[in-house]
């Protein structure tokens, strides 16, 4: 039993180097070839990252749902209501802004109803 405990840690404590040498030169090696293809032809990865943005800036997003839009403003309200209440030390021991924004969340949808 001690001999295999053994040579699994002489095991073990042989592949690590291996292992983080194979990380390292893979790292290396991409590297390298980024800067090879950079090279060889200056503009395409320049090309490649305008367009990426350009795609990027494109894309519209949609506009907020009016229930999402509610949601945003509650929570900005409660908010407001949490730091004012933490200032002045009306916040009750235990009470967390998650456990606050829950309260606060649902007792403003029911003046809202």
Request: charged residues 30%; glycine residues 8%; contains cysteine.
């Amino acid at each position: 039993m001690i001999r295999f405990v053994c040579s699994a840690l002489v095991a073990g404590a042989l592949l690590i180097p291996v292992a983080m040498s194979t990380h390292v030169s893979n790292q290396a090696l991409a590297q390298a070839t980024d800067q090879a293809a950079e090279k060889a032809e200056p503009g395409k990865a320049t090309k490649k990252k305008r367009a990426a943005k350009s795609k990027a800036a494109t894309t519209r997003k949609r506009e907020l749902t009016a229930g999402q839009k509610a949601a945003r403003e509650r929570q900005r309200q409660c908010g407001e209501e949490w730091r004012e209440a933490k200032q002045g030390g009306k916040v009750q021991k235990g009470m967390t802004w998650p456990k606050y924004w829950s309260a606060c969340n649902t007792r403003l949808k029911g003046k809202a109803t």
